[in-house]
């Protein structure tokens, strides 16, 4: 295979996924205040999107987060992809981020028990310049991104949480915001 021709057609897939046009996340600045309420802000930054892949995409994208994270994802299971960044709208940022931080550990164990009840397994991803990087203590399953997760998948840079999902079948969810467990195990449970 191709490792131009995946990262292509990844690419070409994140485009179909987005949910705003690029002018709506272009003045982004890293350094501008952080909305942690839920107000309308935040709302326009939250979404999801639905689709089905078909097998030879599956494949390539399967294979290219393989590449990515170094790792063998069995054939038989899904992809549980939870990605951090530093988006302007983020709610676990409330109390001078001490809620982020708390919420990291039980985030990981809930992402660990849908995992193992919907045959998924689960992955953490930070972008480079996700909130506390440099304290969060990366365990097994905890990954800086390269810059390949938030170039290609997750192409949204408004909210600071974001999860995908991708079923063996091909079905995917990709969404913006919190709760997003609640969304994540619903779809897994669903054919």
């Not at 485009?15 to 350094?31: A, D, G, M, T, V």
């Not at 590449?67 to 899904?78: A, G, M, R, Y």
Request: one cysteine or more.
């Amino acid at each position: 295979m191709n490792l131009n021709k995946t990262y292509y057609i990844i690419f070409l897939i994140s485009l179909s996924w987005s949910c705003k046009s690029p002018e709506s996340i272009s003045n982004y600045k890293p350094s501008s205040n952080i909305n942690t309420e839920f107000n309308t802000a935040y709302f326009q930054s939250s979404g999801s999107v639905y689709g089905t892949l078909d097998k030879a995409v599956y494949d390539q994208i399967k294979t290219a987060i393989e590449l990515e994270l170094s790792t063998t994802i069995p054939e038989s299971k899904s992809i549980l992809i939870n990605f951090r960044q530093d988006g302007r709208n983020c709610f676990s940022m409330k109390n001078n981020g001490k809620s982020y931080l708390n919420n990291l550990k039980g985030n990981s164990k809930t992402s660990s028990r849908i995992s193992s009840q919907n045959n998924a397994v689960d992955f953490f991803i930070f972008s480079k310049k996700s909130y506390f990087n440099d304290v969060i203590k990366m365990e097994e399953n905890f990954f800086i991104d390269s810059g390949f997760f938030y170039q290609n998948i997750f192409t949204e840079h408004e909210n600071c949480s974001a999860f995908l999902v991708i079923k063996p079948n091909g079905k995917f969810m990709k969404y913006y915001g919190v709760d997003y467990f609640t969304k994540a195990k619903n779809f897994l449970e669903l054919d």
